[in-house]
């Protein structure tokens, strides 16, 4: 029996208004979110699966020519997002996706580190030196820097991994961030700071669509609020995402020790300073779900996030906000 050929959709970062149509290979997956690569003219080019389909065609389709496994699926709201945003700023959906795959290193899977760590196996000969070693190889950590914590030769650590006291361990060199705590205790607030939070609180636990303006001159406790909203959020939900714009000028180490005061960790991230390891980790964390709390300048958002329940955009009058090249947009508005 002939099935009819498997069409996906595939939008591509370019200045185009929608996505093209390629045939899936058969015994190929690719379903809505799949970063592929595609033909288009001359060029193979990077995309997101949209849609598919099985509606005959009597067109000639070029195939899909490869599904990027290490990366992850672009989510359907991140996608739902892009359609939104090109119809109210009036720009090609490609252009939109665009500035969402800004990081192409993010695609790749992370580098791995080898390590070498004690397997529990004993063995028969042991000395002093590989006791030493012993001794400090509960935790994973190169075989150098284990010899020299040790204080022997690496020879030492080698035979140990020949003999099987000790094993080799892989480890990303992209860890996963730590989980912020909401329930580590605040800072005083004041009787106005304490009514302002509660409003803002209230807002985040009737879980709809609703928007506020929190008001106060440079140095009221403003940020100390917006910790209560963001703990909120993080109560409510285990898996909640929460962005904080602030403009690029404010991403000072200042500003994110603040957030490590009140929960505990340093929140992701995203400005241009960051480099390409940097904006890796963060990118591929923020897809997962495991980046909890992100900080960012305007692009921040366009991150792939999973489950982003509450977005707080600081100091929302500075111009910074505004982009006005390429596609012209306002991060507040969108």
């Given at each position: 029996?002939?099935?009819?050929?498997?069409?996906?959709?595939?939008?591509?970062?370019?200045?185009?208004?929608?996505?093209?149509?390629?045939?899936?290979?058969?015994?190929?997956?690719?379903?809505p979110g799949s970063f592929v690569v595609v033909p288009l003219g001359p060029r193979e080019m990077i995309?997101?699966?949209?849609?598919?389909?099985?509606?005959?065609?009597?067109?000639?389709?070029?195939?899909?020519?490869?599904?990027?496994?290490?990366?992850?699926?672009?989510?359907?709201?991140?996608?739902?997002?892009?359609?939104?945003?090109?119809?109210?700023?009036?720009?090609?959906?490609?252009?939109?996706?665009?500035?969402?795959?800004?990081?192409?290193?993010?695609?790749?899977?992370?580098?791995?580190?080898?390590?070498?760590?004690?397997?529990?196996?004993?063995?028969?000969?042991?000395?002093?030196?590989?006791?030493?070693?012993?001794?400090?190889?509960?935790?994973?950590?190169?075989?150098?820097?284990?010899?020299?914590?040790?204080?022997?030769?690496?020879?030492?650590?080698?035979?140990?991994?020949?003999?099987?006291?000790?094993?080799?361990?892989?480890?990303?060199?992209?860890?996963?961030?730590?989980?912020?705590?909401?329930?580590?205790?605040?800072?005083?607030?004041?009787?106005?700071?304490?009514?302002?939070?509660?409003?803002?609180?209230?807002?985040?636990?009737?879980?709809?669509?609703?928007?506020?303006?929190?008001?106060?001159?440079?140095?009221?406790?403003?940020?100390?609020?917006?910790?209560?909203?963001?703990?909120?959020?993080?109560?409510?939900?285990?898996?909640?995402?929460?962005?904080?714009?602030?403009?690029?000028?404010?991403?000072?180490?200042?500003?994110?020790?603040?957030?490590?005061?009140?929960?505990?960790?340093?929140?992701?991230?995203?400005?241009?300073?960051?480099?390409?390891?940097?904006?890796?980790?963060?990118?591929?964390?923020v897809a997962a779900g495991r980046a909890r709390i992100v900080v960012g300048a305007r692009s921040a958002?366009?991150?792939?996030?999973?489950?982003?329940?509450?977005?707080?955009?600081?100091?929302?009058?500075?111009?910074?906000?505004?982009?006005?090249?390429?596609?012209?947009?306002?991060?507040?508005?969108?």
């Amino acid at each position: 029996m002939l099935f009819p050929p498997r069409i996906v959709s595939v939008l591509l970062p370019q200045p185009l208004p929608e996505p093209f149509d390629y045939e899936l290979p058969e015994g190929v997956d690719a379903p809505p979110g799949s970063f592929v690569v595609v033909p288009l003219g001359p060029r193979e080019m990077i995309g997101v699966v949209w849609g598919e389909r099985t509606v005959p065609t009597n067109r000639r389709l070029k195939p899909v020519l490869e599904v990027i496994a290490t990366a992850p699926p672009l989510p359907a709201n991140m996608r739902s997002f892009i359609e939104r945003a090109a119809k109210y700023i009036c720009a090609p959906m490609g252009n939109v996706l665009a500035m969402a795959m800004r990081s192409r290193e993010a695609l790749d899977a992370p580098p791995v580190a080898t390590l070498v760590m004690t397997s529990g196996q004993a063995i028969d000969r042991m000395t002093p030196a590989r006791e030493k070693v012993l001794a400090e190889a509960a935790a994973p950590m190169t075989g150098a820097d284990l010899a020299r914590a040790a204080g022997v030769s690496s020879g030492v650590v080698k035979g140990l991994l020949d003999a099987g006291a000790l094993m080799h361990v892989e480890r990303s060199l992209d860890p996963p961030f730590p989980l912020p705590d909401p329930e580590r205790p605040p800072r005083d607030l004041t009787g106005e700071q304490k009514e302002a939070a509660g409003y803002l609180r209230n807002m985040v636990r009737d879980n709809t669509y609703r928007a506020a303006l929190l008001d106060g001159v440079t140095g009221s406790g403003k940020t100390e609020v917006y910790f209560e909203a963001i703990a909120e959020a993080l109560r409510r939900d285990p898996d909640a995402q929460v962005l904080v714009l602030l403009p690029e000028i404010a991403l000072t180490q200042a500003v994110t020790s603040r957030f490590e005061d009140r929960f505990g960790v340093a929140p992701a991230e995203w400005h241009s300073a960051a480099g390409s390891p940097a904006r890796r980790r963060v990118w591929r964390e923020v897809a997962a779900g495991r980046a909890r709390i992100v900080v960012g300048a305007r692009s921040a958002l366009f991150l792939p996030y999973r489950n982003l329940k509450l977005i707080i955009v600081d100091e929302e009058h500075d111009q910074s906000y505004k982009q006005e090249e390429g596609v012209i947009y306002h991060a507040r508005d969108l």
